[in-house]
C-alpha cells in the first residue's frame, strides 16, 4: 500500500478514535520494546487502545480534525505532542486504567549513557568475581575483601544516583553483578478528559481527599465574608448565629424578652444548672443547698465590723 494510503488509514483511525473517546492517556514510550508493547496492548484489550506514531503525523491530523471542527477542545492535545509519545484511549474508569499501564513494566540492565530513572544501590555480599577482577572494584571506589577465593564486597554503595548518565564502569559492574536496576514501560505524561489536560497525580485524589479541600475552602471563604460584611452561602449560617447570640445577650440585659431567649434565662436564673452542665454529676438539690450555705456564709461574713463584731457595745 502507497505512503500517502497508510497516512490516510491512520488519520481515520485517529480522528475515528478521537470521537469514539472521551479520555485520553499521552504516555511516553522510551526504552519500551515491540513485544513489551504487545503486552501493553493485550492488558487493555476491551478497556482501552493504544496508538503511536510520528510527531509530524499527529500534529498534521489534529491541524485538519480542528480545521474542520473549530473550537474543538482537542486542541489542548497540541502542545504535548513531543518526544516518544503515544495516546491510550479509553472510555473507562481512569484509575483502573491506569493502574494496569503501571503494572506493565518489565526489568531492564544498565546500558552506558543511559538516564538512570532511580538511584541504584549495590548491597554488601559475595560479588562470585574471582580475585583478578578487583580492579572493577577499585575503579568505582568500592571497598572490597578476598572470602573463599572471590571478591566480597562489604558496604552498601550508591552505584548510580538518580538522574545521572550510566558510565562504563557501573554498567559493567552491574552486568557482571547480573543486576537489572531499571524498570520500563509506558510513563503517563497527562491526562485528556473531557476536553481538560491535567496531570496524572489527580488520579491519587481519593473522595475524602477532594472533600477535605472543599471543606477547609468554604471555611476560608466564611471567614472573609464575615470579616468584610459581605453574605454568601457559605457564611450566612454563621451570620444569623451571630445575630442570634447579639439578641440573646441584649435579652439578658435588659427587660426585653423573646421566646428563644426564655430557656436561656431560666437557665441563668438556676445556679445550680452551671453544676450539671460542666459534668460534675452531682445532684442539683445538693448544688443548690451548697450555693444556699455559701450565700449565708457570705452575708454573716459582710455584717461584722472591722474587728470581726457585730454588735454594737462600746469599748
Not at 73 to 87: D, I, Y
Not at 98 to 108: E, G, H, K, Y
Not at 186 to 210: K, N, R, S
Not at 287 to 313: H, P, R
Amino acid at each position: 500500500m502507497p505512503l500517502s494510503e497508510k497516512k490516510k488509514a491512520y488519520a481515520a483511525r485517529l480522528v475515528g478514535l478521537l470521537q469514539d473517546h472521551r479520555t485520553i492517556f499521552v504516555v511516553q514510550a522510551d526504552n519500551v520494546g515491540s513485544k513489551q508493547m504487545q503486552q501493553i496492548r493485550f492488558a487493555l484489550r476491551g478497556d482501552a487502545e493504544v496508538l503511536m506514531g510520528k510527531n509530524t503525523t499527529i500534529r498534521k491530523v489534529l491541524r485538519d480534525f480542528l480545521a474542520a471542527n473549530p473550537g474543538h477542545p482537542v486542541k489542548n492535545l497540541m502542545e504535548h505532542v513531543s518526544g516518544n509519545v503515544g495516546f491510550v484511549f479509553t472510555n473507562a474508569d481512569l484509575s483502573a486504567t491506569r493502574d494496569t499501564l503501571l503494572s506493565n513494566r518489565v526489568p531492564a540492565p544498565a546500558r552506558v549513557g543511559a538516564i538512570a530513572p532511580c538511584d541504584v544501590f549495590v548491597e554488601p555480599g559475595p560479588t562470585g568475581c574471582d580475585p583478578g577482577q578487583t580492579s572493577w572494584f577499585q575503579a568505582l571506589n568500592i571497598p572490597t575483601k578476598i572470602n573463599r577465593g572471590q571478591i566480597e564486597m562489604i558496604s552498601r554503595v550508591h552505584l548510580v544516583a538518580s538522574g545521572d548518565k550510566v558510565g562504563n564502569s557501573e554498567a559493567a559492574l552491574l552486568q557482571k553483578l547480573d543486576i537489572r536496576p531499571f524498570e520500563y514501560g509506558l510513563e503517563l505524561m497527562q491526562v485528556y478528559d473531557d476536553g481538560e489536560c491535567f496531570d496524572p497525580a489527580v488520579l491519587d485524589l481519593t473522595d475524602d481527599d477532594i472533600l477535605g479541600r472543599v471543606r477547609t475552602a468554604a471555611g476560608v471563604l466564611s471567614a472573609v465574608c464575615l470579616e468584610i460584611g459581605y453574605p454568601t452561602k457559605a457564611s450566612i449560617v454563621h451570620t444569623i448565629n451571630n445575630a442570634f447570640k447579639a439578641c440573646v445577650a441584649l435579652a439578658l440585659e435588659s427587660d426585653y424578652s423573646f421566646p428563644r431567649a426564655t430557656e436561656f434565662e431560666d437557665f441563668l436564673a438556676n445556679p445550680g444548672n452551671f453544676v450539671v452542665a460542666a459534668g460534675g454529676g452531682g445532684d442539683a438539690g445538693a448544688a443548690k443547698e451548697e450555693v444556699a450555705e455559701s450565700e449565708e456564709e457570705e452575708e454573716s461574713v459582710g455584717g461584722a465590723d472591722l474587728f470581726g463584731d457585730d454588735d454594737d457595745d462600746d469599748w
